[in-house]
């Protein structure tokens, strides 16, 4: 059987706009707590983190929502590309291609 992904999207708690697609084999709530965690890091500084920091300012975070599940770590990232290059102008990871590790276990 092949390795079972999720395909999220995290949402602005104000504006209730999708602004980032991920995928990850991990607990959303896991995904979403090492979102938080790396923005918190100075030493990681893109979009998607200075708009966690703000949302951290005002003591808030972003909703996390699995869109698709996808068989296949290659098929996730393809399905992944795809979502991110339709919606790219309101995204804050445009320039993210998905690339990501998969060592992350739920």
């Known amino acids: 059987m092949e390795l079972q992904v999720k395909i999220y999207v995290l949402i602005d708690p104000i504006t209730l706009k999708v602004r980032y697609i991920g995928r990850t084999i991990c607990s959303l709530k896991k995904r979403l707590a090492e979102h938080m965690s790396k923005a918190k890091s100075e030493k990681f500084n893109t979009h998607k983190n200075n708009w966690l920091r703000n949302l951290m300012k005002i003591n808030s975070k972003p909703f996390i929502k699995q869109i698709a599940l996808i068989e296949g770590w290659e098929n996730s990232y393809i399905f992944e590309c795809k979502l991110i290059e339709k919606y790219k102008n ?6 993210d291609r998905g690339e990501g590790g998969k060592n992350k276990i739920v």
């Open 90 to 95: 309101r995204l804050l990871n445009h320039n």
